[in-house]
């Protein structure tokens, strides 16, 4: 080539082409500024631009500082944007972007109903130009498929930072324009590369929505068939004030800040056509502070600090059907509560953490955990009728696994352990609390269709402090109790009634205390024992097995005094120790081996209505109505018994059977009465050597039941018992034996004398009774010393006293021996099937029989010389002595004594001679004859009845001056106040008495 054609063809073309791209690139820079500035013109904005600069090699924008304004504000503004690429990579269809940064954005975004205006540029107007329909370019070949490949773009950097956006939004003229702020703090691409649907690269965002902060980092590789991704997101707050207006309606009102911390990674794959999402080192931590949410204008949530926490976890997603996640979940709560109208649950603390592995797959669903932990303080639930408040509890599930295949069967296992403490609950006026409640178990349960069967072994429940309270005043309360079990079992198949089976229970309880009202106790005990306990039941039928039932110092039934009380009154019965052992039970009977009682104490008091004082069952407003006197009924008949087997229904069941070897009482036991119904009362206490019972059965009816007693009253008086009776034979069969020694009568006084008809001043009892029955035939003898035994008066003393009756002591006075003793054999013999059979006139009436029989023989001998003066009868065939001293008589208005009395009185002086330890009461009558009527009148005026009681007592005074003139001491003759008897039949008189 020569020089000319170089000139030609290489120097000018090439100083040319850089001659215009020089021009280009001078001009271009001022150009555009031109034709910027003209369009925010025609906008109404005014554009400035500081420097403008285009660079062709390598093609390279760089602006600064371009301001756009309205002139009352700017409405966008950059500090900087630069744009680099390089140009040989555009030969192999590769777009390569050095450089591409934008630093210090600021944009005024305007929202006026539907218009939006963004930089101060009202976007409508372009929206509302006709747009053409576009006609869809025919498909390309193959060929051109081919030349059209798709671009590849690699962006080593680019960043926006130090930008914003700030939005108003007026989306109704009549309301005020929301204001909000969106910085972008920095926004980084790197390492950006790709084509069509293949890229990668690494992202990291860090922004703000007003006060909100979100951090993001990332990093991408992705394909349509394989896309992996790491994603982290930090230092991410969301007050609820900063983006309030775009909650809805019912949550605008909320208060609060929500915090985000986290981090995955994602693996995506294409197998066979179905997705397959991996999602591994997932880590996430959201905490809401001092949250307060309106849900609804009756629900409502609020915290002071809730953290949840996602640690460690995987997720892999085939489909539905198959899947698997793992890792551990975290909550914890601080100051949370809920409320529903008037419904309000809240907490002071909670923590919650569970590790979790949960697969599903063509074998099923499973789910475990290996430990999960809750913690939970200062609890308090609030409904209707329910309070329920909760200091401290703590739950612990370890090996936790949840199995269902896909029949839909299903087994779960775990292990639990419940601490609680200090749990109150208020429902409807009750109240129950607790100190402390802990329980450790392990449950297995497995259901199949309509087939349960669960098992729970190592149980072990503990409370403390327990109590409780009912609205009407009952009270329960219980120091300690731990109940524990070796196993307990539940099983169902299909619709067979469920059975239920325990193994091994041990029951331990301290400080059982049951009240009725706060001065009544039911019961309570210091300690309570149940060991070895194994049951089974199904439906009604059910069998129970006890090793030993401990209980000590058992009271029951017991007044409580106030502090004021100076008597506190003994509880109706008192144990100190209760042992029964080896118990069989099932539903037709119960088989027990033994039971003692040590130091057993039973205390009845009586009232003056007949009513157990110290049984806190009775009411003590209950009205002193007479009992409903009960008709007499007769013995059951043995062809009554018979009659009634054999109409009995052929589903008769026999009664509930009782096996009992063996029953005693032992150590210091006594039996205290206190009988405040009679008069005086009767305060007596019967201590117990020996009680003993042996071989009671409900099953034999051979079978005899033995019992033994020996007791103490006082420090002299003895009892002993021997009874051998055969409980289920059709008619009473027993041989019993009863010695009494020493015994004093005079405290029984009240209940003898209702069958002496006598009180009883002094005597002691020796009784030596044997008693047989043979099939309701009664054959015995009964003997009975009397030492020292005087009787009173009528039990009735003042019908005694108009009777003229003696008292009965001067005639059993002659029954004594030189001892001073009463020796009777009575024979005893009856039939019980008798309708006139009664065990107390059985007992008793043989007694008083021999009584009058010696007693009146001996005084119709006695009392021949004083016949004027006492007058003896016998009624009701010899079981009733009449004993009676004759009225002194006088003649009508005679108030002195005259010769016709004289037998009578020297009889009386006589008598009064003989025995020199009676007393004579008088007592002067004045009749109406004495008043000079000829009949009797109705009534008589006052100074009628003065003159008949003067004459009255001037009779009485006339026998005494005589008596005491015959030599009887004054002191054995008393005066009483003269009456006035206005009967027909009624006579001038003085009755005597003694």
Not at 860 to 884: C, E, H, W
Request: with cysteine.
């Amino acid at each position: 080539m020569t020089r000319r054609h170089f000139r030609h063809f290489v120097f000018y073309p090439f100083a040319i082409i850089t001659a215009l791209i020089t021009a280009l690139w001078l001009a271009a820079p001022f150009v555009a500024k031109h034709y910027l500035s003209e369009y925010f013109l025609e906008q109404g904005q005014d554009a400035s631009i500081e420097k403008f600069s285009i660079d062709f090699f390598p093609p390279k924008i760089d602006l600064k500082n371009l301001t756009i304004n309205d002139q009352s504000q700017d409405t966008l503004t950059l500090k900087r944007a630069v744009v680099e690429m390089e140009i040989w990579p555009l030969f192999t269809k590769t777009i390569h972007i050095t450089q591409a940064r934008i630093e210090g954005l600021a944009l005024q975004i305007v929202q006026q109903e539907k218009d939006w205006i963004v930089a101060g540029i009202n976007t409508t107007q372009y929206l509302t130009e006709n747009e053409e329909p576009t006609t869809e370019a025919p498909a390309a070949s193959n060929d051109t498929a081919n030349v059209n490949a798709p671009w590849n773009i690699k962006l080593p950097s680019f960043s926006v930072t130090n930008s914003q956006v700030n939005l108003s939004r007026q989306q109704d003229a009549a309301i005020p324009a929301t204001q909000d702020t969106f910085t972008l703090s920095s926004f980084t691409v790197k390492g950006l590369s790709g084509q069509a649907l293949t890229w990668k690269g690494n992202v990291a965002l860090s922004a703000m929505v007003n006060q909100a902060a979100l951090t993001v980092n990332s990093r991408v590789n992705y394909t349509p068939e394989h896309a992996k991704a790491t994603i982290s997101v930090t230092d991410t707050h969301l007050p609820i004030d900063s983006f309030r207006h775009f909650l809805p309606d019912p949550f605008q009102d909320s208060k609060g800040e929500f915090s985000l911390a986290g981090s995955v990674d994602l693996d995506f794959k294409q197998n066979e056509g179905a997705p397959k999402i991996t999602l591994t080192k997932l880590n996430i931590e959201s905490q809401a502070t001092d949250l307060d949410v309106n849900i609804n204008e009756k629900d409502r949530v609020s915290t002071t600090s809730t953290t949840l926490k996602l640690t460690q976890s995987t997720i892999d997603f085939i489909s539905a059907d198959q899947l698997s996640l793992t890792g551990e979940l975290a909550l914890q709560s601080e100051q949370s509560r809920f409320t529903q109208a008037d419904q309000v649950m809240q907490f002071g603390h909670l923590a919650l953490t569970t590790p979790f592995d949960v697969q599903k797959n063509e074998l099923g669903l499973t789910a475990k955990s290996d430990s999960t932990q809750m913690d939970m303080s200062d609890l308090s639930i609030a409904l209707d009728s329910l309070g329920v408040e909760n200091q401290q509890i703590q739950v612990s599930l370890t090996d936790v696994a949840f199995m269902m295949d896909p029949q839909h069967a299903l087994t779960v296992s775990l292990s639990t352990e419940i601490q609680s403490s200090n749990l109150s609950v208020l429902q409807a006026g009750n109240t129950a609390h607790y100190d402390i409640f802990n329980l450790a178990n392990t449950l297995s349960m497995h259901k199949n269709g309509a087939d349960i069967s669960a098992s729970n072994t190592a149980l072990d429940i503990n409370i403390e402090g327990l109590k409780a309270k009912q609205i009407d005043g009952k009270q329960f309360s219980l120091g300690s109790a731990t109940v524990t079990a070796e196993q307990l079992d539940f099983d169902q198949e299909g619709q067979q009634p469920a059975i239920v089976k325990g193994v091994n229970l041990n029951v331990f309880s301290q400080l059982l205390d049951s009240l009725l009202t706060d001065k009544k106790r039911i019961a309570s005990w210091k300690s309570a024992d149940i060991s070895h306990l194994s049951f089974t039941q199904q439906e009604q039928n059910f069998d129970v097995t006890l090793g030993t039932l401990n209980i000590a110092e058992l009271i029951f039934s017991q007044a409580l005094a106030d502090s004021t009380d100076t008597q506190k009154q003994p509880p109706l019965s008192q144990i100190g120790l209760i042992t029964i052992n080896k118990l069989d039970a099932n539903q037709d009977g119960a088989s027990i081996h033994s039971i003692t009682t040590d130091s057993l104490n039973v205390s009845l008091i009586i009232d003056n209505q007949k009513r157990i004082e110290n049984l806190v069952f009775i009411n003590e407003d209950q009205k002193d109505n007479p009992d409903t006197p009960l008709s007499s009924a007769s013995a059951p008949k043995a062809k009554d018994v018979e009659n009634t087997i054999n109409e009995q229904d052929p589903a008769f069941k026999a009664p509930y059977y009782v096996i009992l070897d063996a029953y005693d009482v032992t150590g210091a036991s006594s039996v205290n009465v206190q009988d405040k119904s009679i008069s005086p009362a009767l305060q007596r206490r019967l201590e117990i050597e020996t009680l003993s019972i042996r071989n009671i059965n409900t099953l034999n009816k051979d079978q005899a039941t033995v019992l033994a007693l020996k007791a103490r009253s006082g420090k002299y008086a003895t009892l002993q018992s021997d009874l051998t009776i055969w409980p289920l034979a059709d008619r009473l069969t027993m041989k019993s034996e009863l010695i009494i020694k020493e015994a004093e009568l005079p405290p029984y006084s009240s209940y003898i004398a209702n069958v002496l008809g006598y009180q009883i001043d002094s005597g002691q009892l020796d009784l030596d009774l044997k008693l047989h029955s043979d099939n309701g035939v009664l054959d015995g003898n009964s003997h009975i010393l009397l030492r020292e035994f005087d009787l009173g008066g009528r039990k009735d003393s003042s019908t005694a006293i108009k009777a003229g009756a003696v008292p009965l002591n001067i005639a059993v006075s002659i029954l004594k021996d030189s001892d001073n003793n009463i020796d009777l054999e009575i024979p005893l013999s009856g039939d019980i099937d008798n309708p006139e059979f009664g065990w107390k006139s059985f007992l008793l009436l043989p007694v008083k029989k021999a009584l009058y029989t010696a007693s009146s023989n001996y005084l119709m001998q006695t009392f021949v010389p004083y016949a004027n003066v006492i007058s003896i009868a016998q009624f009701a065939g010899d079981q009733l002595l009449k004993i009676r001293v004759e009225p002194l008589l006088f003649d009508p208005e005679d108030g002195q004594l005259n010769a016709s009395q004289a037998i009578f009185l020297k009889q009386l002086v006589a008598l009064m001679k003989d025995k020199k330890d009676s007393q004579l009461k008088a007592c002067g009558v004045a009749s109406y004859v004495d008043l000079g009527f000829e009949k009797s009148p109705a009534s008589i005026d006052n100074a009628t009845a003065e003159i008949a009681t003067a004459l009255g007592q001037e009779r009485a005074e006339a026998l005494k001056d005589y008596l005491v003139n015959e030599g009887i001491s004054s002191s054995r003759i008393y005066l009483c106040s003269p009456e006035i008897d206005l009967s027909k039949s009624s006579k001038a008189r003085v009755e005597l008495n003694f």
